[in-house]
């Protein structure tokens, strides 16, 4: 009994440590000039007429981020289309040559990306946003305050089983005005390598 409780208690511990240490309320990063997959550049300037701006940071080397894929473009579909209130920005921060801007355009272009898909060299996005997984994310209010971080839903293994969709909750909660609940979730997803000294 004595093992069963400590054992509990020892996962809520390391459950609590797992979700992201970043502050609701912090600043999102002031990014520029960042190389995309299409070729171009892109800002944090570029989202200005946006009342919410989600930014993903992933890459194409991890499981889960592929995973992902997909249900990323359905969301951009539907909630940060042309002439949406929501801007979308998905960051590779990874240094891999799979995770570097040749391969994310091929990417793209096979999966059929309908989002801004960047690369950040210098990690300075992910270490800003002290980011740990791929997929992370990070839901930006207009004054580009964080609201939520964490994963997109509840269900890593296959869309077909979510039941709690907190990326789009979040979203539709900050468009209304709202504070979303739950503010933080644990994402799911391969760590992230940061340059030691950087």
């Keep these: 009994m004595v093992r069963f409780v400590f054992s509990a208690v020892a996962a809520l511990v390391l459950a609590a440590g797992a979700q992201a240490a970043i502050k609701i309320g912090t600043k999102a990063p002031n ?23 989600v930014v993903c940071v ?15 473009v359905e969301f951009v579909k539907k909630h940060a289309g042309k002439g949406s209130k929501v801007g979308f920005l998905a960051v590779s921060v990874s240094n891999m040559e799979a995770d570097l801007p040749p391969k994310m355009k091929e990417r793209a272009q096979s999966k059929g990306f309908n989002f801004i898909y960047a690369h950040d060299a210098s990690q300075k996005i ?25 994963a997109m839903d509840d269900s890593p293994k296959s869309a077909d089983d979510v039941k709690q969709h907190y990326l789009e909750n979040a979203v539709k909660a900050v468009l209304k005005g709202e504070k979303p609940s739950p503010e933080k979730t644990d994402p799911v997803g391969c760590g992230i390598s940061y340059k030691k000294g950087s």
């Design 31 to 53: 990014f520029s000039g960042l190389e995309t997959a299409d070729g171009k550049s892109v800002s944090l300037a570029d989202f200005k007429d946006k009342d919410v701006l």
């Design 58 to 72: 992933t890459c194409n080397h991890c499981p889960m981020a592929v995973a992902y894929e997909d249900r990323l």
């Design 126 to 150: 992910g270490k800003d946003l002290e980011a740990k997984k791929t997929p992370e994310f990070f839901v930006f209010d207009k004054d580009r305050k964080l609201v939520y971080t964490g």
